[in-house]
């Protein structure tokens, strides 16, 4: 029998993370070098570890650092799940940084890259013709 816990659990820690974040209760400079937000929460089956998937928009230093912060203050959060969130145990967790957006836009503009050239070639054939 498959249970929903694993997922509830994880959407209430992605609120919690997010609410954290933008409000600015992660006092770190360094977690505001690139715009972070949380992308999605994997907590396992036993509720013992979360991993919380973060995008993270800025230079790829700005990423970096905000990836190195978050990896230091992961107790603070930790610590601050288990006051808001009641459970037997408060999940380990680990920051993940989440690279599907820069993905998907590289897909996208590689792409539109390969329509413009067929356009670009079927424009020059018309014009042979």
Request: proline share 3%; glycine share 8%.
């Amino acid at each position: 029998m498959k249970t929903h816990r694993p997922a509830r659990v994880g959407e209430l820690i992605k609120r919690e993370v997010s609410d954290m974040l933008l409000r600015g209760q992660i006092k770190d400079p360094r977690v505001g070098a690139g715009l972070v937000s949380v992308t999605d929460v994997e907590v396992t089956g036993d509720l013992r570890q979360a991993k919380i998937f973060v995008s993270i928009f800025g230079t790829p230093e700005a990423q970096k650092l905000t990836m190195m912060a978050l990896a230091e203050v992961t107790g603070f959060v930790r610590q601050e799940i288990g006051h808001r969130i009641r459970l037997r145990y408060t999940p380990e967790i680990a920051f993940v940084q989440d690279r599907s957006l820069e993905r998907g836009a590289r897909i996208t503009r590689l792409i539109d890259e390969i329509r413009a050239e067929e356009e670009a070639r079927a424009a020059h054939k018309e014009e042979g013709n």
